[in-house]
Each structure stands twice: as C-alpha cells, then as structure tokens.
C-alpha cells in the first residue's frame, strides 16, 4: 500500500521558519511537488522538483522556500524561511511517478500568527 506522510508544520511567528518533509513509500519517484490550501482559498502549488534537480517556485514564495530532495529516501523538503501570515495554509505534498500516477499525502498545518 503506497503511502505518502508529511511532518513539519506548527505554529510559528512571522519572520520565523519551518522545515517540512514528506517521504513516500513509491517506487520511481518522477517530481515531488509542494501544495498549499488556505481556507476559502483553491490549492495552488508551492514548490516542484523534478527528478533531475530542476526546481519551479510560486512568484509568492521565491527567495524565501526552497525545494530539495533526497532520492535514497524518497524524501522531498521544504525550507521556508521569512514567514508571513499569508503563508498560512495546509501544505500538501504530491509525488508524481513515471506512470503519470500521483500520489498525496494527507496535509500539515502551516499558521504564522503572533
């Protein structure tokens, strides 16, 4: 049973930062994205990485995210740095495989509040 599982999120300060991290159990890995949704809001993607390291950012979160991943563990990372309470959100994590197969994970809660 595939399964995809995020950690990370929390409450943080504005001007703060959190890292989170989601790790599949998926057989070739193609990209790893990133998602937010806040409420009353539509999901909208954060943050790709492909399978060779090429790297896309929302104009919102450009100099202040950065995408990685670690292939050995399937994982994929979220460094948000300089956090605003617009970034609140549920942040999601989609892997895509080369079947054209995505898969989610259940979400984590961002909130940036002081």
């Known amino acids: 049973q595939v399964q995809v599982v995020e950690s990370g999120g929390g409450l943080v300060q504005p001007g703060g930062s959190l890292r989170l991290s989601c790790a599949g159990s998926?057989?070739?890995?193609?990209?790893m994205d990133w998602y937010r949704q806040a409420p009353g809001k539509e999901r909208e993607l954060v943050a790709r990485?492909?399978?060779?390291?090429?790297?896309n950012y929302a104009d919102s979160v450009k100099g202040r995210f950065t995408i990685s991943r670690d292939n050995a563990k399937n994982t994929v990372y979220l460094q948000m740095n300089s956090l605003k309470p617009e970034d609140t959100a549920v942040y999601y994590c989609?892997?895509?495989?080369?079947?054209?197969?995505?898969?989610w994970g259940q979400g984590t809660q961002v909130t940036v509040s002081s």
């Open positions: 990485i492909t399978s060779g390291g090429s790297t």
């Open positions: 998926i057989f070739s890995i193609n990209a």
């Open positions: 989609k892997f895509s495989d080369y079947g054209l197969r995505n898969y």
